[in-house]
C-alpha cells in the first residue's frame, strides 16, 4: 500500500502529538525545572509544527502555515540542544535559538506566496541539521556523555543532522523539484525521519529525566557533618574504621561478631539497560533494607570490594546466617521506586568470629570468598565462608540483650 503525503502528514502529526503530550505529562508528574521547561517547549513547538504541516499537506501553498512549520520545526530541534546545555549546567542560550526562528520565518515571509511550499527551505533544513548536530555533540558531553539515554539521544541527533544538512546541500544544487532531491530528500522520507525521532527522542528524554528524579534526590537517613554517611550507610572508610573498633570491643568482651558481604546482583546490567539513576534507587533500596532489618547496633556501610557490608554482634553461629537470609528476603520483596517492575536479589556471603580468627581482614577475606561462591552459584542466595577455627567462645548474653 502506498500512502500519499497528505496521509503521511497526518500520520506524523499523530504521532508527534501523542508522544510530546506523553512527555509533557510524564515531566509534569517527575519534576519542574529549567531542563524540564526547555524540553517542553521543544515538544511543544513539534507538535505545532506537525499541525501546521498537515495542514498545509491538505491545502498546500499557504504562506502562514509554511512560516509556522518552518519556525516551529526549528524551535523545536533549538529548544533540545538548550535542554541538553541546562542539563550539562552550562546556559541554555535561548537567545541563540529564538534569533533561528526569526531568521527561517523571515526567510518564507520575504518571499511570500510567489516562494511556494519550498520557501524558506534551505534556511529550515539548515536550521534543522545545524541544531540538531549541537544538540548531539551536547550529548556526547559533560553530565549527559555518563548517561546510556544521552548518548542515545545523541545518536538519533547526529542522525537528523545528517539527513537534512544533505537534503539542505542537495536543495541548495539542485533544487526541491530535482529527481534526486525527490528520490532520497523529498517530502515522505523526512516524514518517516521525523516520527524516528519524535518516537526515540521521547523515550530518551523521559527516561533522563527520570535519571534526573532519582539521581538528585538527597540520600535518605542520618548525614553527618563530615559527610561519613552515604544514602543512610557508612563510607567505605568509615565502615572499616567501626567496623575494626566494634571487633576489638567485642573480643575485649569475649562477644561474637558476624562480617555480611552483599552485592546486587546484576547492578552493571541494570545501569546499562535502565539507567545510572535506576542503578541508584537499586542501592538507596537496599541500605534502606539494611537499616530496616539488621539489628541496632550492627554497622553498616558501603564496600570497595563489595556493595555493602554489616557486622553484627551475634550470639550463636544460627543468627550469622538467620540475618543475612533476611535481609535477602527483603532484597527479593522489595520494589524500586520508579521502577517496580524490577525485582532485585543479591549474593550474600557471611564469616563469623565462629569459624574464623578473631580479626576484621580474616573476616573480610572469608566473607569475599563465601561471596563469589554465591556468585558463581548463579546470585540470589547465601553463602557462609568455610571454617578455619573451632575454638569455642563464650558469649555475653547480656551484651546481646543490646540488640
Do not use: H
Not at 85 to 103: D, F, M, Q, S
Not at 161 to 178: E, I, Q, W
Not at 388 to 394: C, E, F, L, M, W
Amino acid at each position: 500500500m502506498v500512502l500519499d503525503s497528505a496521509t503521511l502528514s497526518v500520520m506524523s502529526a499523530l504521532v508527534t502529538i501523542l508522544a510530546g503530550s506523553s512527555f509533557i505529562l510524564n515531566t509534569s508528574i517527575q519534576r519542574i525545572d529549567l531542563v524540564s521547561r526547555l524540553w517542553t517547549i521543544a515538544f511543544t513547538n513539534g507538535m505545532l509544527a506537525a499541525l501546521a504541516y498537515g495542514f498545509n499537506a491538505l491545502t498546500p501553498g499557504a504562506t502562514v502555515t509554511i512560516a509556522v512549520g518552518n519556525g516551529a520545526i526549528v524551535a523545536a530541534i533549538g529548544f533540545v540542544w538548550a535542554g541538553c546545555r541546562a542539563y550539562n549546567g552550562r546556559k541554555p542560550l535561548t537567545w541563540v535559538t529564538l534569533i533561528g526562528v526569526a531568521v527561517i520565518i523571515a526567510a518564507v515571509l520575504l518571499r511570500g506566496p510567489d516562494g511556494g511550499e519550498w520557501a524558506g527551505g534551505a534556511e529550515m533544513l539548515g536550521g534543522v541539521g545545524l541544531f540538531a548536530l549541537l544538540a548531539g555533540i551536547e550529548g556526547l558531553t559533560g553530565q549527559m556523555r555518563t548517561r546510556v539515554s544521552a548518548r542515545s539521544l545523541a545518536v538519533v541527533m547526529l542522525v537528523v543532522s545528517a539527513f537534512y544538512l544533505a537534503r539542505c546541500a542537495v536543495f541548495l544544487l539542485y533544487g526541491p523539484y530535482d529527481a534526486l532531491f525527490r528520490t532520497y530528500f523529498g517530502s515522505d522520507l523526512a516524514t518517516f525521519t521525523t516520527i524516528l525521532f519524535v518516537t526515540s527522542s521521547a523515550v530518551a528524554m523521559t527516561s533522563l529525566q527520570v535519571e534526573r528524579a532519582y539521581g538528585d534526590r538527597p540520600p535518605v537517613g542520618p548525614r553527618s557533618r563530615g559527610g561519613v554517611f552515604t544514602i543512610g550507610v557508612l563510607s567505605a572508610d568509615s565502615f572499616e574504621e567501626g567496623a575494626r573498633d566494634r571487633i576489638d570491643r567485642a573480643r575485649r568482651r569475649s562477644s561474637s561478631v558476624a562480617l555480611i558481604l552483599i552485592r546486587i546482583d546484576g547492578l552493571n546490567e541494570i545501569n546499562t539497560a535502565f539507567g545510572r539513576g535506576t542503578g541508584d534507587a537499586a542501592l538507596q533500596t537496599v541500605a534502606t533494607v539494611l537499616r530496616e532489618v539488621t539489628p541496632t547496633s550492627a554497622v553498616l556501610g558501603r564496600q570497595k570490594t563489595a556493595n555493602f557490608g554489616v557486622l553484627a554482634m551475634v550470639s550463636e553461629p544460627q543468627a550469622t546466617r538467620e540475618i543475612a537470609e533476611a535481609i535477602l528476603a527483603e532484597i527479593v520483596e522489595a520494589r524500586l521506586e520508579g521502577a517496580s517492575d524490577i525485582r532485585l536479589s543479591a549474593s550474600i556471603g557471611v564469616a563469623d568470629s565462629f569459624t574464623v580468627p578473631f580479626d576484621f581482614d580474616k573476616l573480610r577475606e572469608a566473607a569475599l570468598g563465601a561471596l563469589e561462591q554465591a556468585r558463581e552459584a548463579g546470585g540470589n542466595r547465601v553463602e557462609a565462608a568455610l571454617q578455619t577455627q573451632a575454638v569455642p567462645r563464650r558469649i555475653d548474653r547480656s551484651r546481646m540483650m543490646l540488640d
